[in-house]
């Protein structure tokens, strides 16, 4: 499955290297082995969209060990999409405080 690369947090290399893949490939080709830091996981996506905010609970990801970041695969991502755009009902809705920073 191809995984697109939509991170969560601010961009860090996975694995020691900017483009892990390369590396793996680079270190396999010198018969280094190279520690799978990545995990397959059930996560929650939070997201702001027309000044409304959405949670969509158990995405699955693949999750970086070492960083936290996120990694989607494009058919998630899309129906994430049509989560959001569509006319379902979300399962549920919940009230949450907000506070500015003062």
Same mark, same amino acid.
């Given at each position: 499955?191809?995984?697109?690369?939509?991170?969560?947090?601010?961009?860090? +290399?996975?694995?020691?290297?900017?483009? +892990?893949?390369?590396?793996?490939?680079?270190?396999? +080709?010198? =018969?280094?082995?190279?520690?799978?830091?990545?995990?397959?996981?059930?996560?929650?996506?939070?997201?702001?969209?027309?000044?409304?905010?959405?949670?969509?609970?158990?995405? @699955?990801?693949?999750?970086?060990?070492?960083?936290?970041?996120?990694?989607?695969?494009?058919?998630?991502?899309?129906?994430?999409?049509?989560?959001?755009? =569509?006319?379902?009902?979300?399962?549920?809705?919940?009230?949450? @405080?907000?506070?500015?920073?003062?």
């Amino acid at each position: 499955m191809t995984w697109r690369f939509l991170m969560r947090f601010r961009q860090r +290399s996975c694995g020691g290297s900017t483009n +892990s893949r390369s590396m793996l490939l680079t270190k396999a +080709s010198f =018969g280094m082995k190279m520690k799978e830091t990545m995990v397959d996981a059930k996560v929650t996506y939070m997201l702001e969209h027309g000044g409304k905010f959405y949670i969509v609970e158990r995405v @699955p990801a693949r999750v970086c060990k070492e960083t936290g970041e996120q990694y989607f695969a494009p058919e998630t991502v899309e129906h994430i999409q049509a989560l959001i755009k =569509g006319s379902k009902k979300p399962d549920k809705i919940i009230e949450t @405080p907000v506070y500015e920073y003062a």
